[in-house]
């Protein structure tokens, strides 16, 4: 099959890049970086391109059999996605899977959740057969955070106490590839989640187990979070995130009713856990010291 894989550079797009080349697809990669379409793996296309725009969208699907669709998150990124569901459809594309959010209907006034809300719905109207997926928050989004954990002894992203059924990144992958390659799953939504319910608490708890040494969590203050962020991130994005932890904070995001049963049923394998990645992650960061 030829596959389009919008992000391809990014945490989850990589990994799907992987697993595709690995199963002997030919794989084309969209990405707004230059130096990073150079740098793709052997065999896989690098294409230089913005879904903000025409030109890129009336092109960039033309010849693909199947598109992996990631937006980044941006103050554009709805629009990017209705503008790259008008290209797959131009290119009579025969499958699409989309990387969604879990519970984004239920948090819609989430910037970054209800952007996706409105384009899940546009690939639903589209006519494109399609599969959406819905990942919890990346296991990965913590090598964010190794300096701050290694160097200071504190776990900072404020997720809360309530809980959240957080998801390691390879799982994802694993959802996307059988999505795109096979017919089984079209019109179909998966949430994909770990099988533990993780806090901030809980969390820092597992890194100071895995690394030996005391890990604190930072705390739920979303203030001083933003005033620490917004020295290293545009006040848009920061806006967004500090409203996601609040809605993390008040009302969590787990795993809801058979979402672990289908999501087996669709990678073939159990959720791997945040230990199993933690582990991992540790004693590679340890081995780089």
């Not at 309530?162 to 999505?179: F, K, M, N, P, Q």
Request: glycine share 8%; aromatic share 8%; hydrophobic share 45%.
């Amino acid at each position: 099959m030829n596959i389009l894989v919008t992000g391809g550079t990014g945490t989850v797009g990589s990994q799907v890049v992987k697993l595709l080349v690995d199963s002997s697809h030919r794989v084309t990669v969209l990405t707004r970086d230059p130096a990073r379409a150079a740098s793709l793996p052997s065999g896989v296309e690098g294409v230089v391109g913005n879904l903000a725009q025409p030109a890129t969208v009336r092109q960039v699907f033309d010849g693909a059999d199947a598109v992996f669709l990631v937006n980044t998150v941006t103050p554009s990124e709805a629009s990017e996605g209705l503008m790259a569901i008008c290209g797959i459809r131009h290119a009579a594309v025969k499958r699409v899977v989309y990387l969604s959010v879990q519970d984004a209907d239920r948090a819609a006034w989430l910037p970054h959740f209800g952007a996706k809300v409105g384009v899940e719905e546009a690939i639903r109207r589209s006519g494109i057969p399609f599969t959406i997926l819905r990942p919890n928050n990346f296991y990965q989004n913590d090598y964010l955070f190794k300096d701050v954990i290694l160097q200071h002894g504190v776990y900072p992203q404020p997720i809360g106490s309530t809980g959240l059924s957080r998801v390691d990144v390879r799982d994802i992958a694993d959802a996307a590839v059988v999505s795109l390659t096979t017919a089984d799953h079209e019109g179909q939504s998966y949430d994909l989640v770990g099988p533990d319910v993780q806090t901030g608490e809980s969390t820092a708890r597992i890194w100071s187990d895995v690394l030996g040494r005391t890990v604190t969590y930072a705390g739920d203050d979303l203030d001083a979070w933003e005033r620490q962020m917004l020295r290293f991130m545009p006040d848009w994005l920061v806006f967004d995130f500090k409203e996601m932890y609040r809605f993390f904070q008040e009302s969590g995001l787990k795993a809801a009713g058979e979402a672990i049963d289908r999501q087996i049923r669709l990678i073939g394998h159990a959720p791997r856990s945040f230990d199993a990645f933690a582990r991992e992650t540790a004693q590679a960061w340890t081995a780089a010291v």
